[in-house]
Nanobody, 125 residues
Framework: QVQLVESGGGLVQAGGSLRLSCTAS????????MGWFRQSPGKEREFVAA????????DVADSVKVRFTISRDNAKKMAFLQMNSLKPEDTAVYYC??????????????????WGKGTLVTVSS
């Protein structure tokens, strides 16, 4: 089974930066594609970014491209989301996700096999 725990959320002013971390507890040696999603009040959970199992390829949503970067450290079983130039519209609960298929993961929520519980990011104007 896979357990994902996010950290690093908080309150930041517009234009600021935050780095989210996701720590994975995995009982097997499987290395999963991982990603980040977010959900704002009244909105559906949306894809933010994903990274292949070896970090060789990444995808980032157009809405955050250039500003957000996803990375991972397989030795530590961690994934990261570096968020720069934050805007109030980035306010959301950010969820770490893992999937069996990278192609399915980047298509959206249905491609996620494991979810973290989320961490809240609030960007003030």
């Amino acid at each position: 089974q896979v357990q994902l725990v996010e950290s690093g959320g908080g309150l930041v002013q517009a234009g600021g930066s935050l780095r989210l971390s996701c720590t994975a507890s995995i009982r097997t040696s499987t290395i999963y594609p991982m990603g980040w999603f977010r959900q704002s009040p009244g909105k559906e959970r949306e894809f933010v970014a994903a990274i292949t199992w070896n970090g060789g390829s990444t995808d980032v949503a157009d809405s955050v491209k250039v500003r957000f970067t996803i990375s991972r450290d397989n030795a530590k079983k961690m994934a990261f989301l570096q968020m720069n130039s934050l805007k109030p519209e980035d306010t959301a609960v950010y969820y770490c996700a893992a999937g069996l298929s990278y192609t399915d993961l980047i298509r959206g929520r249905d491609g996620v096999n494991y979810w973290g519980k989320g961490t809240l990011v609030t960007v003030s104007s």
